[in-house]
Every structure is written in C-alpha cells, then in structure tokens.
C-alpha cells in the first residue's frame, strides 16, 4: 500500500509564494502520474498540476505561468512551487499517484491534503 505525505501548505499574503511537497512511500510502476489537485469549500476537487515519471506536464490554465511543478524519481517525491499567488488559489491540496500496471489497470492513491490559504 502507497502513503504519500504532504508538507509546505500555510498562510501566505497575495503575490507571495509556497513550496509543496508530496513523498510516496513507495512506487511500484514503470510508468505514473503523480500531481496535485485542490479543493477549495463547496466546490469540487480539481486538477491543478501533474507529470508523468517521463516528465511531461499539465497544468490548469487557471495557474499556468504561475506554478512549476517538478518530481525527483530517485526519491519518489513530487514538488509544486507556487508564485504570485492569489486568494483564488485557497483550497485544500491533494498530492495524487495513478500507477499504471497496465495500459489499461491504473492504480490511484492520494495524500492527506495540505491547507493552502492566500490572505492579507
């Protein structure tokens, strides 16, 4: 069974920037997905940024320009760095990993969810 962890949420001021972190206990695939979704209250949870463990990358549009997502294979972990942010952005972040056993048989396991709250 996969754990990820997540760390780095907080309280930040508009135009101010976070660093999230996401570790799996493991993996166990050639091929994943790992990415954050948020979700803020009374709205669904959407995709915000995800890369595949070949390094290809998708961001909403909502946030492109603005977060760089990044991983580091060697130590299963996912990053999310996040510049000028806004109080749109305040939401609960969710770090995700679809392992692929098969083109066809996917694997989903998810973190906990960090806070992320953007506020004067």
């Known amino acids: 069974q996969v754990q990820l962890v997540e760390s780095g949420g907080g309280l930040v001021q508009p135009g101010g920037s976070l660093r999230l972190s996401c570790a799996a206990s493991?993996?166990?695939?050639?091929?994943?997905?790992m990415g954050w979704y948020r979700q803020a209250p009374g709205r669904e949870r959407d995709m915000v940024a995800t890369?595949?463990?070949?390094?290809?990358?998708n961001y909403a549009d909502s946030v492109k320009g603005r977060f760089t997502i990044s991983r580091n294979n060697a130590k299963n972990t996912v990053y999310l760095q996040m510049n000028s942010l806004r109080p749109e952005d305040t939401a609960v972040y969710y770090c995700?990993?679809?392992?692929?056993?098969?083109?066809?048989?996917?694997?989903?396991?998810w973190g906990q969810g960090t806070q992320v709250t953007v506020s004067a």
């Open positions: 493991t993996r166990s695939s050639t091929i994943d997905v």
């Open positions: 995700k990993l679809d392992e692929y056993l098969t083109p066809y048989a996917v694997r989903n396991y």
């Open positions: 890369m595949t463990n070949s390094g290809t990358e």
